[in-house]
């Protein structure tokens, strides 16, 4: 049967392709699926089990969707949902990573120059043909040259951003955890380890039944677009997002050595397995075994393999021998950042920044249900074009936020922003109207490609005002969209400390920065950190989890993550 997550996501990739077919993101029918989509997604009855008519008059959704779901329960595919898929294949898709173009420049590339892939583009580049097509001319040609010289995009090692692989990952996990006789199924892999792109997906399942009925529900999902293979206990599927997935059904005794085997990455597992040997062991995604009698030591969970192996358990972000199985095996691995770790969230926005979805009181309301000690909300300051706030907005808020408070005594509210560092580390407003906030993130929002001695002293500068408590952001990266900026690590960390500026680690998914090499460095030093959510609707708040998991890649431990604090100790540094 057809899931209501399943149904979501194919909405989703409608509306991401009719993007692509209408040239762009605003248009009636991208907005008809999206809002289709959210609909779905708050719906607690099976649509597979509504008629027609029935869906059709859910909020959000009409006649014309309705049919679509409709052909969908009924024999598993969407044919416009096919042509759609055919006429934009992911190598086509991916040329709207690169900055710059969008659907309508994509478009026109494919349509007078033949275009088809990063490939063709930057052969087209070469050509100087670009330059020829409407709207670009031969700065936007250069500009994307070098945007895909830094991306380092269209290799023949395609890899997909971790967001992206989520989404492939949780549909598929959802699908097969549904089954009668699964009794889990998860991501695997470098997804695992919350790499920040992305090969493959790995997905393991654990089935009590014959692994028979698993494969098939998997090579027949809706995402499938080519089977690559499919066997016994292995199969191996395409989907319609251009990534792989590997599936592997292992019985319930292999869990432990299946997981062990397949989160990776390869080089820590090799560790693992001269561990083994030198004790006379085997060690495999059946389990660690002696290798005279082949009788299994360990198998059922990752634990007692660890534990066998006389080593701690490392967590999935940390398995890249990169000096963790030294650590494990002196028992002196340190606790890292956890979930449950943080007290407070400072970087949120609301309905008064235009790119924020809901208002002031639903966002304080749903980190209030998260269980914070303290926030902050941190609208755009005035400098930014499009959602920046002014003075006159920011003080209403500041009052309405001050109302709140009687709401929610036992949660410390500040009143903050999210400045824009300009070219020369100039941030909004002035001293005078900035002392009026509790709070301030800044940030980069433009000119991401000053040289490295402008751009580091850019940050410097911003660092050094007594305004800003933290760099929101600070690497300036999207994940396969943006490389980040040139900075110098060492000046950037060393004014870090001597400012007492904080690092923020941003949730965000497209983001994820500070970058893992920053998180490193600061090990051993003064450096603070946040993880911030950047949320822009309630939904995003759980963003810091992301944060938090990429934050254990760079081995943060908690205790210099300011918002892992008590209200009071944070507090007192927010004061000084
Ligand atoms: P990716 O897909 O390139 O982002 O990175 P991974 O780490 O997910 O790599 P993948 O998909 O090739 O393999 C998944 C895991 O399976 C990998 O992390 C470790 C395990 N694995 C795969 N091939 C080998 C192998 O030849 N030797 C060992 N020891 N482990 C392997
Ligand atoms: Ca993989
Ligand atoms: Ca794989």
């Known amino acids: 049967m057809v899931t209501n997550a399943e149904i979501v996501s194919l909405l989703d990739e409608l509306a991401r392709l009719t993007t692509l077919e209408d040239g762009s993101p605003q248009s009636f029918r991208v907005r008809a699926y999206e809002a289709a989509a959210r609909t779905v997604e708050g719906l607690a009855q099976p649509l597979a089990e509504m008629s027609e008519a029935e869906i059709a008059a859910l909020r959000g959704l009409g006649q014309s969707t309705a049919r679509k779901v409709r052909e969908l329960v009924e024999t598993g595919r969407i044919a416009k949902l096919d042509r759609l898929r055919a006429e934009f294949p992911p ?79 949780g549909d598929v996990v959802a699908a097969l955890g549904a ?85 990776g990455s390869k080089a820590h597992n090799i560790r693992l397995r001269q561990l083994a040997i030198e004790r006379g062991w085997t060690l495999s995604e059946y389990g660690l075994a002696e290798a005279e009698s082949g009788r299994v030591l360990a198998s059922a969970t990752e634990e007692e393999i660890y534990a066998a192996l006389g080593l701690q358990w490392v967590p999935p972000e940390m398995r890249e021998d990169g000096g963790e199985i030294e ?43 998260r269980g914070y000690e303290y926030l902050a909300i941190t609208d755009h300051g005035e400098d930014m074009a499009t959602n920046g706030v002014s003075r006159e907005a920011m003080l209403a808020q500041r009052e309405r936020l001050a109302g709140l408070r009687e709401l929610y005594p036992g949660m410390l509210l500040l009143h903050g922003v999210e400045l824009n560092i300009g070219r020369d580390g100039s941030v909004d407003y002035d001293t005078e109207f900035l002392a009026g906030f509790d709070w301030a993130v800044a940030g980069v929002h433009s000119d991401f490609d000053l040289d490295r001695e402008t751009q580091t002293l850019r940050i410097v500068t911003a660092m050094q005002n007594p305004a800003v408590r933290v760099i929101a952001h600070p690497g300036g990266r999207i994940i396969g969209r943006r490389p980040g900026m040139d900075l110098d690590l060492e000046a950037v960390l060393s004014a870090a400390e001597e400012t007492g500026t904080a690092l923020e680690i941003n949730g965000s998914l497209d983001r994820l920065d500070a970058p893992v090499e920053m998180l490193r460095a600061c090990r051993g030093r003064e450096v603070l950190l946040l993880v911030g959510s950047d949320a822009h609707h309630s939904r995003e708040l759980a963003n810091v989890d992301w944060g938090v998991r990429h934050a254990r890649r760079g081995w943060v431990e908690p205790e210099r993550v300011a918002n892992t604090w008590p209200r009071e100790r944070f507090l007192e540094w927010v004061r000084r």
Request: hydrophobic share 45%; glycine share 8%.
């Open 91 to 169: 190598a086509f898709r991916e040329l709207t990573r690169v900055p710059g173009i969008g659907p309508k420049t994509a478009l026109l590339l494919r349509d007078r120059l033949g275009v088809r892939s990063v490939d063709d583009l930057k052969a087209a580049i070469d050509e100087q043909a670009l330059r020829t097509v409407p709207g670009l001319g031969p700065k936007s040609e250069a500009n994307i040259a070098r945007a895909l010289e830094r991306l380092d995009l269209g290799g023949k090692e395609r890899r997909a951003p971790v967001a992206e692989a989520l989404r492939v990952a």
């Open 179 to 263: 089954l009668p006789e699964v009794e889990r199924a998860e991501a695997m892999g470098s997804l695992r380890r919350f790499r920040e792109t992305i090969g493959d997906v790995d997905v393991v399942v654990v089935s009590r039944g014959d692994p028979e009925q698993v494969m098939a529900r998997f090579v027949a999902l809706p995402m499938a677009v080519e089977v690559l293979a499919a066997g016994a206990a292995k199969s191996a599927i395409l989907t319609s997002a251009g990534l792989q997935v590997d599936l592997r059904v292992v019985e319930p005794h292999q869990y432990g050595s299946a997981a062990l085997y397949f989160t």
């Open 327 to 369: 650590l494990a095996a002196a028992g002196a691995l340190p606790r890292f950042i956890e979930e449950g770790d943080l007290r407070g969230d400072l970087h949120m926005h609301t309905d008064l920044s235009g790119d924020g979805r809901e208002p002031l009181e639903a966002m304080v309301a749903a980190a209030a249900a």
